[in-house]
């Protein structure tokens, strides 16, 4: 695994650089969000994918979210309706994961076997410098072993990995973030909008915007 410390040694925007070209070659970067540190790979990518779940030791009938840096990227992607999109724009950028209805173009090795796909837009300046230089969607789970607690210091996730035979690629290393829960999880797919995990710092803003809607 390499390391770049992009607050002492490596400018964001040169790691950015070199994190995407791994994505390019169906290799796997640990990157900041603002929640938690993410595992990226190229979600059009078979062999990505199929890394992506050897490193984190996940089943591959387990849906991936994926992040996305704009509200066209997420229409190429999902089905999203006038309504629903008032309520993305609402949320996003921000710890929001919105499921919606996936469209044809998107891998069922990405949703778990699913119609529906979990998208999301993380309000973090390397998240937008990713994106934008490798100009797709990337999968946005969290960067750690499936069943053990994700971490905020990204020194603690490179000594769990080196432990492990499938190892990611690369490490953007962004300092221990503050501490944060999870991204909160909206189901969209139905009439009405469904909370299935839901970030306590985020309950206030996601209450007010959603306060109209007939939410369970």
Same mark, same amino acid.
């Given at each position: 695994?390499?390391?770049? !410390?992009?607050?002492?040694?490596?400018?964001?925007?040169?790691?950015?650089?070199?994190?995407?070209?791994?994505?390019?070659?169906?290799?796997?970067?640990?990157?900041?969000?603002?929640?938690?540190?993410?595992?990226?790979?190229?979600?059009?990518?078979?062999?990505?994918?199929?890394?992506?779940?050897?490193?984190?030791?996940?089943?591959?009938?387990?849906?991936?979210?994926?992040?996305?840096?704009? *509200?066209? *990227?997420? #229409?190429?992607?999902?089905?999203?309706?006038?309504?629903?999109?008032?309520?993305?724009?609402?949320?996003?950028?921000?710890?929001?994961?919105?499921?919606?209805? #996936? #469209?044809?173009?998107?891998?069922?090795?990405?949703?778990?076997?699913?119609?529906?796909?979990?998208?999301?837009?993380?309000?973090?300046?390397?998240?937008?410098?990713?994106?934008?230089?490798?100009?797709?969607?990337?999968?946005?789970?969290?960067?750690?072993?499936?069943?053990?607690?994700?971490?905020?210091?990204?020194?603690?996730?490179?000594?769990?990995?080196?432990?492990?035979?499938?190892?990611? !690629?690369?490490?953007?290393?962004?300092?221990?973030?503050?501490?944060?829960?999870?991204?909160?999880?909206?189901?969209?797919?139905?009439?009405?909008?469904?909370?299935?995990?839901?970030?306590?710092?985020?309950?206030?803003?996601?209450?007010?915007?959603?306060?109209? *809607?007939?939410?369970?």
């Amino acid at each position: 695994m390499k390391v770049l !410390d992009i607050r002492n040694n490596f400018s964001p925007e040169l790691a950015s650089k070199e994190a995407a070209l791994v994505l390019f070659k169906s290799g796997a970067v640990v990157y900041p969000t603002d929640t938690l540190y993410g595992l990226g790979v190229n979600v059009f990518g078979t062999a990505a994918m199929r890394r992506l779940f050897l490193i984190k030791k996940r089943p591959a009938a387990k849906p991936v979210p994926v992040m996305v840096s704009s *509200m066209a *990227m997420a #229409k190429a992607l999902a089905v999203i309706d006038y309504k629903q999109e008032e309520v993305l724009k609402s949320l996003w950028p921000g710890p929001f994961t919105f499921v919606l209805r #996936k #469209k044809s173009v998107v891998p069922y090795l990405v949703t778990g076997g699913k119609d529906s796909l979990a998208l999301r837009i993380p309000d973090n300046d390397f998240c937008k410098r990713l994106l934008a230089d490798f100009e797709g969607p990337i999968s946005c789970t969290s960067a750690n072993v499936s069943g053990e607690e994700p971490s905020v210091n990204p020194r603690e996730i490179q000594k769990r990995f080196e432990l492990e035979k499938h190892q990611p !690629d690369l490490i953007v290393d962004a300092g221990t973030l503050p501490l944060s829960d999870p991204s909160t999880v909206i189901d969209l797919t139905a009439s009405k909008p469904r909370i299935l995990r839901i970030n306590p710092t985020s309950k206030e803003r996601l209450m007010s915007i959603l306060g109209a *809607m007939n939410v369970k």
